[in-house]
Nanobody, 127 residues
Framework: QVQLVESGGGLVQAGGSLRLSCAAS????????MGWFRQAPGKEREFVAA????????YYVDSVRGRFTISRDNAKNTVYLEMNSLKPEDKAVYYC????????????????????WGQGTQVTVSR
């Protein structure tokens, strides 16, 4: 079992920045690829970013590439999502997720690959 707790959400003006954190407890954090997803009101949950268990491989959805950065600190059992140049359309509940992987370079973009999920943190971007 892995427990995930997100933090760092809040209200920010368009163009501003936020840093989300996801702290993991339970089984060895470093064996999991990690991902961030988001869900806006009335919309389906969508993939945002993913990172391999080593941290050496990352991937982003086109809408955030160049603005968001995913990273992880395996010594602290934490994954981060640095969000810059935020737009009103980034408003959503953001979730982190963990998926077991046997490769240092693999990551997942599909929610079905992730086994453990956090409770989410709200990000609101005002115009």
């Amino acid at each position: 079992q892995v427990q995930l707790v997100e933090s760092g959400g809040g209200l920010v003006q368009a163009g501003g920045s936020l840093r989300l954190s996801c702290a993991a407890s339970g089984r060895a954090f470093s064996i999991y690829a990690m991902g961030w997803f988001r869900q806006a009101p009335g919309k389906e949950r969508e993939f945002v970013a993913a990172i391999s268990r080593s941290g050496g491989s990352t991937y982003y959805v086109d809408s955030v590439r160049g603005r968001f950065t995913i990273s992880r600190d395996n010594a602290k059992n934490t994954v981060y999502l640095e969000m810059n140049s935020l737009k009103p359309e980034d408003k959503a509940v953001y979730y982190c997720a963990a998926g077991r992987t046997y490769s240092d370079t693999s990551y997942y973009t599909s929610s079905s690959e992730y086994v453990y999920w956090g409770q989410g943190t709200q990000v609101t971007v005002s115009r």
